[in-house]
């Protein structure tokens, strides 16, 4: 196996070994609900300086998203070791970042057991150029609008609610994203590297295909639309919250539209690979750099190795 | 290997060979976009005395789903003849229905290139029993709502938009299913077996999880609701009302509320393997059998046949 393979490891659901997998080889079978319906959960993780960034964050929400998707609970014991074998392996090859990502689905249906198993891969070069260069973005509206009247949709997304309902899906971190791969093939087809989402009803900003977005704004303060209903929370902006809020930054979470993305001093999609990649254009109109694009990069690559 | 197993044939995407897999073994590999993102398509045909039936539709709305996500156009030629393979392996072992799923996903992130394969097993008992004493449902709103007044949405889910955009994949019939299999796990807890969705704000019917809505009525009427937007076009709706409309019957798209299907003489859920399972039950109000129950079933068999 050359050096620049994936680590993959397998993790049995209801605890026991946890083993390697060879790559090369297939690992999923015809029938596990991940192919046939999307029907599982995932986190992707940055590993930076042999450790899993944010872990904590990332446990919590793969247990509510399992939770949401009445998955028997993870075992996050074993989880953590797979990860921190996988890890030890990495760090034996490189010091560079890495890309970690969890997958945990209803499994096969001829037995009715779960499937769980990491992998862990080098960042893509696109990636580390958008850190670079920021990225341009489009923005669309989602095709679709979730109805956060309906009962137990609040309390779906801050991951208690006592009794499931089928529109309990709404706040997990789902295999379900065809549609914003689409978006995305859609941004690139025009020269374009990310999309923002937007209520069309209100224009009110959502979130990044894969990102939470974040302003800054002058007096040290930072902004993010309000998670919950049809925003996925972010693992990477509550990181950053948390640690800038004790770091003199105010911090609020707060509806705001396009105008305002456009008048902030810069705007950030904040996810676990990327960090913080800046906003360097918006519908064709140029953001700026601001003078303290370093200072931000700083803060957000701090926060995360806080923990 | 045992003569229950599944048969499996490997499709190659640009053409080429096609090849038998074995059932035992995985198939899919770690980074196939079917696994990490749900990006794909499939189709579920039923296969009865020894033929594919409604291939025709199928293999329109199978080209149609590739087309909005952007995949490359399937080997129409390749997929027959797959299909013709499994079913002669399985017309040796049995004279039963069997049910044949195609899937048709992006493939693996390290190769660019998609995956494809069928599969054929037998009809599960849970439908047969469906078949033969009907189903009880709930009615739920979807939980979200699709955005029927965007740009695109209407030719899209005609099959035929001249500029893909993000919201394309409305109308693709996509693995993105984890939101229906939890409002169907949500029903079967409450010994239901089926879901049929409302739109929230009109009460309009929109359709069954997995499955198009069909009404009869008084004077050889059949009713559907409109598909499009928010209702993927149903094969076997399609091809009951070609079949019924030249055999006296007046089928007609129409919008539907709850208490429409309540005071239908009889009420459907039509799909290609379950074939039509009449509803007895909905939200715990009971829906008699009516006296053309045979007639009705038999007209469905019928069109089925008659391609």
Redesign the interface.
Known sequence: MDSTS?I?YVVEPYGGSIRR?N?A????????????????I?ETLLIRDGHPANLQRHLDRFRASARL??LPEPIVEDWITATREAVSEWSQRSDEDATC?W?Y??GRASTGRPSA?L?LTPVSDTVLRQRRKGVKVMT????????T??PG?EEATEGGSPR???????GAK??????????L???R?RGLDD?IYLD?GTGRVLEGATSTVITVRAGGKLRTPVSGGDILPGTTQAALFDYAETHGWRCKAKEMTVERLLDADSVWLVSSVRVAVRVTEIDGVKLPAPDNEDEVRELINAALGAE
Chains 1, 2 share one sequence.
């Open positions: 994936p993959i997998h790559s080889l297939p690992l999923i079978y015809w029938d596990d609900a991940a192919v046939t319906r999307g029907d599982g995932f998707m009445e990502v997958t689905t209803r198993w992998t669309s509206p989602r095709g679709f609008s979730i109805d009247s309906l949709v499931p309902a089928p529109w309990l899906t709404v789902t295999l379900n994203y065809a549609a914003n791969m689409a978006a093939r859609y941004a087809s999309v069309p």
